[in-house]
């Protein structure tokens, strides 16, 4: 771990979360040796690695939280994490959404995140079951003029399915499903709870696991966003593949051994890093 004292917060919680997941346990008065910060920082930064729900303090320091497979976090607790990974692959994924297309835009946070740098692409059709995407687009399609709002030139059109609302902010069920069956799309950007070579995509939420599944079989192309903690994640319901999957974007913190695996399943991986994206084989 870095011993840089001008971390931002957001990367010393990554580095405290992978020490805590790869050692099972971490404490107080280590990390303030190896980050080189206070011991008030470090607790500070367990509160709300624990608020999040991705680890349980105890006396002297923190343990991981075994997670459940069906445990589905909340859209708040999912958005306090990984959040440079996150614009890192949203940035790399929104150069796959090409101008008059029809996109698909399934729930997730990472998906939130290319939903708000997809704004400017001028005259897409976006059909998504993700409240907080919609959100993003019906906000932006709107600007103020001198005569009142107005209609913004080449914004994008918006259908959202409808349905049952998840934990995710995403709407699931027979609703969803049946708006989804009657279209196609030309790319579908799908975020996962987890991602494995054995168990494909998967997600804590069944409901959720089959509409999914809907939004697979309807894209001409399908694309995983997924940062890289998701890989090697089994939750209760897998609904796809990975032989579906086109591509899958991720971020630099994949270990190498897991993008040789990808690589050799997938058509085109993906690697943003902030600086520049990398394509493998």
Same mark, same amino acid.
């Given at each position: 771990m +870095? *011993? &840089?004292? &001008?971390? =931002? %917060?957001?990367?010393r919680r990554a580095l405290?979360? *992978?020490?805590?997941?790869?050692?099972? !346990?971490?404490?107080?008065?280590? =990390?303030?040796r190896r980050l080189n910060v206070s011991d008030m920082t470090v607790r500070r930064d367990l509160d709300a690695l624990a608020? @999040?729900?991705?680890v349980e303090k105890v006396h002297g320091g923190a343990v991981p939280v075994a997670e459940a497979t069906a445990?589905? /976090?909340? $859209?708040? %607790?999912?958005s306090a994490l990984e959040l440079a990974a996150k614009e890192d692959i949203a940035r790399a994924a929104a150069r796959m959404a090409a101008r008059g297309g029809a996109i698909a835009l399934a729930g997730g946070t990472t998906v939130f995140a290319l939903a708000r740098r997809l704004v400017d692409v001028p005259d897409l059709t976006v059909v998504t079951n993700s409240v907080r995407a919609a959100d993003v687009f019906h906000t932006a399609q709107r600007s103020v003029s001198s005569t009142g709002p107005a209609a913004r030139?080449?914004?994008a059109t918006v259908v959202l399915t409808g349905g049952v609302r998840t934990p995710s902010d995403t709407l699931v069920g027979p609703v969803a499903d049946a708006a989804i069956r009657s279209l196609h799309f030309d790319v579908l950007f799908i975020g996962v709870h987890g991602i +494995?070579?054995? @168990?494909? =995509? +998967?997600? /804590? &939420?069944? @409901?959720e696991a089959e509409? &999914?599944?809907? $939004?697979?079989r309807a894209a001409r192309r399908v694309v995983v966003l997924a940062d890289h903690t998701k890989?090697?994640?089994?939750?209760?319901? +897998? $609904? @796809? %593949?990975?032989?579906?999957? *086109?591509? =899958?974007?991720? *971020?630099? !913190?994949? /270990?190498?051994a897991a993008r040789r695996e990808i690589a050799e399943r997938l058509p085109e991986l993906v690697v943003a890093d902030g600086f520049g994206e990398t394509a493998d084989p």
């Open positions: +870095s *011993d &840089n004292q &001008n971390l =931002l %917060a957001e990367q405290i979360l *992978d020490e805590v997941r790869r050692r099972g !346990g971490v404490r107080v008065n280590e =990390l303030t608020r @999040a729900g991705v445990h589905e /976090p909340g $859209f708040e %607790a999912k030139p080449g914004a +494995s070579a054995e @168990a494909g =995509l +998967s997600t /804590p &939420n069944l @409901a509409t &999914n599944r809907h $939004f697979v890989w090697g994640t089994v939750a209760l319901s +897998s $609904f @796809a %593949a990975l032989d579906e999957v *086109d591509a =899958l974007v991720t *971020d630099a !913190g994949l /270990p190498p």
